[in-house]
């Protein structure tokens, strides 16, 4: 079984800075794109930023400039750094990966969810 497992949520206030870490764990052979989800009360869940294996990133154009992925292959963890946070951002964000189990076979895992709150 593989889980993701986020962590550095919280608490900020509008042009603070926050970063989530998810490792990957369990019985898999290797990920392919790592990614970040989010979704604020009452809206779908969107894309936030991914990045593949080989490290090309996509961001949505609410973040650019602002947040940054990153991901530690040696450790398996996706990472998120958000700069210049605004209330806008406030949300619960959701790590996500695509692995490749032993049989071959490709799974799309998700992780728990971590709140982030953007207010003064």
């Known amino acids: 079984q593989v889980q993701l497992v986020e962590s550095g949520g919280g608490l900020v206030q509008p042009g603070g800075s926050l970063r989530l870490a998810c490792p990957v764990s369990?019985?898999?052979?290797?990920?392919?794109?790592m990614g970040w989800y989010r979704q604020a009360p009452g809206k779908q869940r969107e894309l936030v930023a991914r990045?593949?294996?080989?490290?090309?990133?996509t961001y949505a154009d609410s973040v650019k400039g602002r947040f940054t992925i990153s991901r530690n292959n040696a450790k398996d963890t996706v990472f998120l750094q958000m700069n210049s946070l605004e209330p806008e951002d406030t949300a619960v964000y959701y790590c996500?990966?695509?692995?490749?189990?032993?049989?071959?076979?490709?799974?799309?895992?998700w992780g728990q969810g971590t709140l982030v709150t953007v207010s003064s």
């Open positions: 996500n990966a695509g692995v490749i189990v032993g049989t071959g076979r490709y799974l799309e895992v």
């Open positions: 369990g019985d898999f052979f290797s990920i392919n794109v």
């Open positions: 990045v593949t294996s080989n490290g090309r990133t």
